[in-house]
């Protein structure tokens, strides 16, 4: 599409006025619609320097997940092969665990936030 016919499309779709919006992943995130309903078909992408079909990453499909919906009750939809789907279900339903090494740090953050002037004697 050229500018003004993008535009145009943008509008009708902020304006309430298209009920069904079918683009592609780089588009959708281009644009951060947000939808009630989120469909994601296949769980890869065609990737032309390699000639190929490349899985979504879990950040790329995370990302798709909190850029697109819209809300509380919302939903997100991935349609993936069989296979596919407990490998998917186990990032995207299960929290991923949090490892911080700031205890062996310390030391240096707060003497970066001392030098900084953050952090000050009253």
């Known amino acids: ?7 145009c499309v943008l509008e009708l779709i902020r304006g309430g006025l298209v009920n069904v919006v ?3 992943y780089g588009l959708a995130l281009q644009y951060g619609l947000k939808a009630s309903t989120v469909v994601v078909m296949e769980g890869s992408r ?5 000639k190929r079909y490349v ?4 950040p790329e499909t995370l990302e798709m997940v909190e850029s697109s919906v819209d809300g509380e009750g919302a939903r997100f939809i991935l ?7 407990e490998f ?6 299960e929290p991923l ?11 240096v953050h707060l003497n970066a ?8 004697t009253t």
Do not use: R
């Open 88 to 93: 998917y279900k186990k990032f995207l339903m």
């Open 22 to 24: 079918i683009m592609t």
């Open 46 to 50: 065609y990737d032309g320097l390699e």
């Open 79 to 85: 349609l993936v092969h069989a296979p596919k789907k």
């Open 97 to 107: 665990p949090v490892e911080s090494h700031l205890n062996h740090y310390l030391g």
């Open 113 to 120: 936030e001392i030098v900084a002037k953050n952090i000050h």
């Open 55 to 58: 899985d979504y990453t879990i």
């Open 1 to 7: 599409m050229d500018g003004n016919d993008e535009e």
